[in-house]
């Protein structure tokens, strides 16, 4: 994918380059527009709420960025020969949900014929290239804060599986249906240096990116992450997604896992829909700061480590 832009203008601030959330296209000194693109197949059995799940999803990676989201295009793939287009209707209209709940515009889209359903958006934001967030700030001494619990690839193939408690299914549905609008706003205001969300590579994987393009090594803290109540007993009982051992075999080779159990490793390497943000601020001060509150805004919040100086970057060490 590097090769398909040799030798990118300079407007092009964010590109292929460094494998981040966004494109990112400047036009103004203070003013730049964040591109992109995101759909998922269902994770859910209620159409209204797939689609709020796969809009918040979708524009996610303009938070990512430390942006604002504008406008956004549908992108559907849909089995017109075994679905109604109510079914469709419900879908778009839980779109809609997330595009009013973050403030932008849904301008149209497009629609394929597809044996199997896929719905998102593509978004277009806008950001100060001066308060941009990246997966290249990130600096020894940053502290590392993670701003929703793991689990939900986990959960989503236990719905599949006809195999997920109510109780769990609906934590899961709240914290995919949070926006990370204000996970993002709260990192910059209290000094955030990076940032990446956590989707279908798992915190691992995208942690792992992240260092890599920092020049740094990360220490993770595996009790203090969060995780969705209920997951680990899902897991252990076989409910682990085909993506989440893609995810383990890639990260495998950066990663020091130290005495953390199996389940504890696959759980960080969960492949998530919707996920939160993992924010770099400047310090743990800092970082303790916007835990609390967004603690306070009901976000299940938490500090879970630290980057560190590496002479052989993107290693993670796990440490219980």
């Known amino acids: 994918m590097r090769g398909l832009t040799p030798d990118p203008p300079p407007e092009l601030l964010v590109g292929l380059a460094t494998s981040d959330d966004a494109a990112v296209w400047q036009i103004a000194p203070r003013r730049a527009l964040v591109v992109t693109a995101d759909f998922i197949t269902p994770v859910v059995d209620d159409a209204r709420l797939w689609g709020q799940i796969a809009a918040t999803n979708a524009v996610s990676d303009v938070y990512a960025m430390g942006g604002r989201p504008l406008l956004a295009l549908n992108l559907v793939a849909w089995n017109s020969e075994e679905l109604p287009n109510e079914l469709l209707a419900e879908v778009l209209a839980g779109g809609e949900d997330a595009a009013r709940g973050c403030g932008f515009v849904v301008g149209g889209g497009h629609t394929v014929d597809d044996p199997e359903p896929k719905y998102g958006m593509a978004v277009v934001g806008e950001v100060d290239p001066k308060r941009m967030l990246t997966n290249t700030g990130l600096r020894p001494g940053n502290a590392l804060v993670l701003t929703k619990p793991l689990g939900s690839g986990v959960i989503s193939t236990a719905v599949k599986r006809g195999k997920a408690p109510d109780t769990t299914v609906k934590r899961a549905v709240r914290e995919m249906i949070r926006s990370n609008e204000r996970a993002a706003a709260v990192g910059l205001r209290h000094g955030a240096t990076a940032a990446t ?124």
């Not at 220490?219 to 992450?225: C, D, E, S």
């Not at 051992?245 to 759980?267: E, F, Y």
């Open 197 to 320: 969300d956590v989707t279908g590579f798992g915190l691992l994987g995208h942690g792992q990116r992240l260092a890599q393009e920092s020049s740094v090594d990360l220490k993770i803290t595996v009790g203090q992450v969060p995780i969705i109540e209920g997951t680990h007993e899902l897991a252990s009982s076989g409910m682990v997604p085909g993506g989440t051992q893609r995810n383990l075999d890639w990260v495998l080779p950066h990663l020091d896992r130290g005495t953390v159990s199996d389940a504890d490793v696959t759980l960080l390497a969960d492949a998530q829909t919707s996920g939160g943000l993992l924010l770099g601020m400047i310090s743990r001060d800092a970082a303790m700061a916007a835990v609390t509150e967004l603690r306070l805004d009901g976000h299940e919040a938490a500090v879970i480590g630290e980057a560190c100086e590496s002479s052989n970057p993107g290693k993670i060490q796990l440490r219980q």
